[in-house]
C-alpha cells in the first residue's frame, strides 16, 4: 500500500477504535503511539519516501499523531473521572445522615430585641433607624436638654470633632425619634432599637456602649392611660400574663410627668427575694407624656396633639430574663455563653 493510503487507512481506525475501558485504552496506546505502534512505524516508512513527498507526508503524519494523542488523553480523562465516582459511589452509604453541621446562635441581646420589635409590631408600632454620630440638636436640643445640663458633660458623652462641626456619639435612640417627627405628621407609631454610647467605667453594671429600644406615640388625645395600658400589654408580652406593673414619678427633660415602670418580680411573683432586693418589684424602663417643648422643636403643635414615649435598656430585660448577672457577658464572644441562646426569634 502506498504510505499516503496506510495513513488514510489508520487515520479511520484510529477514529473508529472504540474504548470502552481502561484495558481498551492501553490496547490503543500500545497499537497507535507505544514505541512499536503504528504511528512510529509511518515515521520509519517515511524515510524511505522521495524528498519532494516527504514535506506533504510528514504533515499528514504529525496530524494524525495529533488526532490520535487527543482521542487518548479524552478517553483516559472520562475513564478516570468515571471509574471515581463509581468507586466513590461503592464507598459511600448514601442512606446515611449528612454530618452535623454546627449551627450558630443568635446573640442574646438580638434574641430579646427581635422579640420586643415584634411585641410593637402587633400593636400597630413600626420601627425606625438613625445615625450613632448625632449632632447637639438631635440627641440634646430639641430634646429639651437645657445646654448645662450634665449630660452634655464630657464624662458622659463621647464627642467627636468633625470639622468645625461637633458631634456626639447618641446617648439614646430618642434623637432617632426626633427626626421621624421632623419628617412625618402625626399619627406617629414608632419604636428605635439601636446602640447608644456613654462615657463610662466598664464594670459589671456598665458599659460604654449598650442597646436600648425607645418607644413614642403621638396623635390626637393620647393619655396617660394609653401609656399605662401599652405599657401593662407589654409587661405581660414579655415577662407573662401573670406580671403587674406599677408606675413611680420620675424626671427626664423630654418627658412631662415622667415615671419608672416597676413589674413585680419575675422571680418571687412579688413576695420578696434577692433579686428585687424584698421588695417584689424590678424597674425596667422610663417612660412619659412627651414634652411640649420636644413638640414645639419638632414643629409639631402641642395644642392639637398629645404623645407619650418610654424608653428600655435591652441588656436590662435581657438581664431579668435570663439571669445575666455581668453586661461584659454580652460583647466577650464567649461561645460558652452565647451558646445558650438558641431560639425562634
Ligand atoms: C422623644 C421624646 C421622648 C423616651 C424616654 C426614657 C423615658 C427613659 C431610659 C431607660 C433606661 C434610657 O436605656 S436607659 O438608660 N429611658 O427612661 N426614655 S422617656 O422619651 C422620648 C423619646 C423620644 C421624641
Request: glycine share 6%.
Amino acid at each position: 500500500m502506498e504510505l499516503k493510503e496506510k495513513i488514510k487507512e489508520i487515520g479511520r481506525e484510529v477514529k473508529e477504535y472504540s474504548i470502552k475501558s481502561k484495558e481498551d485504552l492501553e490496547s490503543f496506546r500500545i497499537k497507535y503511539l507505544g514505541s512499536k505502534g503504528n504511528l512510529k512505524a509511518l515515521y520509519q516508512d517515511l524515510k524511505s519516501v522521495n524528498n519532494d513527498l516527504k514535506r506533504e507526508f510528514g504533515q499528514l503524519i504529525n496530524q494524525l499523531k495529533i488526532e490520535t494523542e487527543t482521542k487518548f488523553d479524552s478517553f483516559k480523562g472520562e475513564i478516570n473521572s468515571s471509574s471515581k465516582s463509581s468507586e466513590s459511589k461503592q464507598g459511600i452509604d448514601l442512606s446515611r445522615p449528612a454530618a452535623d453541621t454546627p449551627l450558630g446562635a443568635r446573640h442574646p441581646l438580638a434574641v430579646v430585641r427581635n422579640e420586643i420589635i415584634e411585641i410593637f409590631k402587633r400593636i400597630g408600632f413600626n420601627v425606625s433607624e438613625g445615625p450613632e454620630i448625632e449632632d447637639d440638636w438631635h440627641n440634646f436640643s430639641a430634646l429639651n436638654f437645657p445646654p448645662e445640663h450634665p449630660a452634655r458633660d464630657m464624662q458622659d458623652t463621647f464627642f467627636i470633632e468633625n470639622g468645625a462641626r461637633e458631634m456626639a456619639l447618641r446617648t439614646h435612640t430618642s434623637s432617632v425619634q426626633v427626626r421621624v417627627m421632623e419628617n412625618s405628621k402625626p399619627p406617629i407609631r414608632t419604636i428605635s432599637p439601636g446602640r447608644v454610647y456613654r462615657n463610662e467605667a466598664i464594670s459589671a453594671r456598665a458599659h460604654c456602649f449598650f442597646h436600648q429600644i425607645e418607644g413614642l406615640y403621638i396623635d390626637k388625645d393620647v393619655s396617660f392611660a394609653d401609656l399605662k395600658q401599652t405599657l401593662l400589654y407589654f409587661a405581660r408580652e414579655v415577662f407573662g400574663e401573670k406580671t403587674e406593673i406599677r408606675l413611680r414619678p420620675s424626671y427626664f427633660p423630654f418627658t412631662e410627668p415622667s415615671a419608672e415602670l416597676d413589674v413585680s418580680c419575675t422571680i418571687c411573683n412579688g413576695k420578696g427575694c434577692n433579686v428585687c432586693k424584698y421588695t417584689g418589684w424590678l424597674e425596667i424602663l422610663g417612660c412619659g407624656m412627651v414634652d411640649p417643648n420636644v413638640l414645639i422643636a419638632a414643629e409639631i403643635d402641642p395644642e392639637v396633639y398629645s404623645g407619650f414615649a418610654f424608653g428600655m435598656g435591652v441588656e436590662r430585660i435581657t438581664q431579668l430574663k435570663y439571669r445575666v448577672n455581668d453586661l461584659r457577658l454580652y460583647s466577650e464572644n464567649d461561645l460558652r455563653f452565647l451558646k445558650q441562646f438558641k431560639s425562634a426569634y
